[in-house]
């Protein structure tokens, strides 16, 4: 909940945006340039930013950012792992979700991925405190939508 | 020179969330709501998404395999534009203004004119390169050669960047700044904005060097960079132990691995400035770093840290 000081000294927000970003590899050209330009954002400061704060990462590990950019062009981000949708995309090895999901199955998972999946998810903010198991379920659920089966083992 | 395509998408507000991120997943570089577009209809149900999309992306497509992955019932209408990149890169340069970084020491935009004329001004057209005034770790670099240069000095600036330090190292008066990157971009602008401020080529020599560092899965190519270095380094940038000072403003994962490289530069008793990094990254790099300077000062300022020390001396 916020404090009634902050609900008084918040600053106007312009526009929230997301982009996925390459782990210590931000640039202010595509996709940053656009995204952020537009609202007269820093590129540089943001850059440079994100890629400290990502060195922790795989480089080129594809992060979830999501940006509040303020009406004074300050702005303010948070840096996610990449969204359970890629990382389940990743695991099935598969480049787009089934287009008819509940009919075709567009590929497999094992309860291995979900795990492991859900153990990454753990360390974002705002997951810290859910138990894996209720990470596991809700991930379960979007392979669910995505078309794709999630197994005990392959064979 | 690179175009894009600008969809505006119109979703349900209660979908937003997940189609967002669905968006992302199946081909959109960025996605973003504006606030002051959807403060208009706070009783309506819909939503405005503005997404950004590679020119090649099959837009349709990419809309449909989202709006499907997350179960939608319809799909939502949408309408595509072309996106110029002069666009952007106009806006972005508007967030750039005159600054003080302390009393006597500005930088300042190409496009605006210095606010104190007799102060020190460096001028700058940062362009895509990095070095923008404003961040603490070029502040923090800025005043470290500020107390450092006395003049004559020569200067090594790994990482160049737009080049910012190495100017402000001659304005300040050293004799020669070597700047060095990774990125050929980089390369240009520096040498663009030097000419902003007068620096003629004899005071700055520029060099594209390969990226170093590596990760397990580039132990392969070692051996090929390992012999690339051998036959080029030599040759391109001057010899080791030329350095007064020597500033590597980059990020922390190249920092441990070219601790050995960046210090060779300097002179014994020369002073190796390192920053880009965060506060929580600094024991790393003071480890690291200990095994060749003494004296170690750090600086902050906000989250970022600079290191600096003094290169051992033969005893």
Known sequence: ?155 | ESPYLSVRICCQKLALDMFSEALLCFGASSTSVDEHDNDADENSDKIYIDSIFPECKDVDECILNAANSIGLKEIPRYEVKMGEQCNWIKKAQESFHPVEVTKGLWIVPEWSTPPDVQATNIILNPGLAFGTCEHATTKLCLLLLRSLIKGGELFLDYGTGSGILGIAAIKFGAAMFVGVDIDPQVIKSAHQNAALNNIGPKKIKLHLVPDRTFTASMNERVDGVVEYLSSHEIRGISETEEYDVVIANILLNPLPQLADHIVSYAKPGAVVGISGILSEQLPRIINRYSEFLEDILVSEMDDWRSVSGTKFSPI
């Open chain 1, 1 to 155: 909940m916020a404090t009634l000081k902050e609900i008084l000294t918040r600053r106007p927000v312009a526009a929230t945006i997301r982009l996925t970003v390459p782990a210590g590899g931000a640039r202010p050209a595509p996709p940053v340039g656009p995204a952020l330009g537009q609202y007269r954002l820093n590129l540089m400061a943001f850059c440079k930013d994100f890629n400290a704060r990502t060195q922790k990462y795989k480089p080129e590990t594809p992060m979830s950012v999501t940006i509040t950019a303020f009406k004074d062009n300050t702005f303010e981000f948070t840096v996610k792992s990449p969204s359970v949708t890629w990382y389940l995309k990743k695991a099935a090895g598969i480049e787009s979700g089934s287009s008819r999901p509940g009919h075709v199955t567009a590929s497999t998972v094992t309860l291995k991925h979900i795990y492991e999946i859900a153990k990454v998810k753990q360390s974002d903010p705002y997951c810290q405190y859910m138990p894996l198991e209720s990470i596991c379920k809700s991930i379960i659920g979007t392979a669910a939508t995505m078309g794709i089966k999630v197994v005990k083992e392959l064979d």
